[in-house]
């Protein structure tokens, strides 16, 4: 038996289990030549990201676990997290902040689609401000205490 670590990459999550830890994850992997099935602990590793497309092909660290007499061939298991390698977590954050920048980007809306001519007097400013929060009908603080 070998306890070696080893990178494998990511090829897609096959199915996950429910377990008293909080769940499993049984992922497909490439570990060289050979494709390897490997066990993902949901309480050491953020699973939903087996699925995601920011580690799509992705070299994760795993380690062959165990054999048993049952079981002549290494069982491996991706290591926790906090065990992976920090360039892979710098480009996995890379990932989810250009995703999250580009869906942010689509709710700004564009200075055409406002129609606002001039907006350096304080009245067009509000104008402006009341059409982005869409914001036309609620009634000032000085009408609320009348």
Same mark, same amino acid.
């Given at each position: =038996?070998? #306890? =070696?670590?080893?990178?494998?990459?990511?090829?897609?999550?096959?199915?996950?289990?429910?377990?008293?830890?909080? %769940?499993?994850?049984?992922?497909? =992997?490439?570990? %060289?030549?050979?494709?390897?099935?490997?066990?993902?602990?949901?309480?050491?590793?953020?699973?939903? /990201?087996?699925?995601?497309?920011?580690?799509?092909?992705?070299?994760?660290?795993?380690?062959?676990?165990?054999?048993?007499?049952?079981?002549?061939?290494?069982?491996?298991?991706?290591?926790?997290? &906090?065990?992976?390698?920090? %360039?892979?977590? &710098?480009?996995?954050?890379?990932?989810? =902040?250009?995703? #999250?920048?580009? !869906?942010?980007?689509?709710?700004?809306?564009?200075?055409?689609?406002?129609? !606002?001519?001039?907006?350096? #007097?304080?009245?067009?400013?509000?104008? /402006?401000?009341?059409?982005?929060?869409?914001?036309? #009908?609620?009634?000032?603080?000085?009408?609320?205490?009348?």
């Amino acid at each position: =038996m070998s #306890n =070696m670590l080893k990178e494998a990459r990511l090829i897609k999550p096959i199915y996950r289990v429910e377990t008293f830890k909080g %769940g499993e994850v049984k992922v497909l =992997m490439k570990l %060289g030549r050979e494709f390897i099935t490997v066990t993902c602990n949901c309480c050491d590793f953020p699973c939903g /990201l087996l699925a995601s497309i920011f580690l799509e092909g992705v070299k994760l660290e795993i380690w062959s676990r165990y054999q048993t007499e049952s079981h002549q061939e290494d069982q491996y298991e991706i290591l926790p997290w &906090s065990n992976q390698r920090d %360039g892979l977590k &710098s480009i996995i954050l890379a990932k989810i =902040m250009a995703e #999250n920048n580009k !869906i942010g980007w689509e709710f700004i809306p564009l200075k055409e689609s406002i129609e !606002i001519s001039d907006v350096s #007097n304080k009245d067009n400013e509000k104008s /402006l401000l009341e059409k982005i929060f869409k914001l036309e #009908n609620i009634p000032e603080e000085d009408e609320k205490s009348d």
